[in-house]
């Protein structure tokens, strides 16, 4: 069994939030990696709703704010729409995973979290006016 760690970086490198989750099989896909992190993030949430919820995609409704998204109200997230959100968006290039040191560029590519235990994701921001 193998412990992941799931880290978001800034584009420059800063790291923003990590976790980490154990028990899980030697190899993953991308798809599944990325379904259990978001997965993950919104069981948190809905174990303590707020009106802001920090996680990978912004959830329906919500407003971009720095490092998260404002809630118009709290509510219980739907963690299968928010991992099909975050599919969309990887696919879209709206972030990107390295695990170990190479970038994963397909959703269906293996993992192998026994030698890359680390996932980082960088998301990329719109500039304004671009």
Do not use: S
């Amino acid at each position: 069994m193998a412990t992941v760690t799931f880290r978001d970086e800034t584009a420059t490198g800063r790291p923003v939030i990590e976790w980490e989750v154990a028990g899980l099989p030697e190899r993953m896909t991308v798809r599944e990696l990325i379904r259990l992190r978001v997965r993950e993030e919104v069981l948190r949430y809905n174990a303590r709703p707020g009106d802001r919820f920090n996680g990978l995609v912004r959830p329906d409704d919500a407003e971009t704010e720095l490092n998260g998204y404002r809630l118009r109200a709290p509510r219980r997230i739907d963690w299968e729409r928010q991992a099909e959100i975050a599919e969309r968006a990887f696919l879209a290039n709206g972030f990107f995973v390295l695990a170990g040191d190479r970038q994963v560029e397909n959703l269906d590519e293996a993992v192998d979290l026994t030698a890359d235990p680390d996932l980082v994701f960088i998301k990329l921001v719109a500039l304004a006016g671009g």
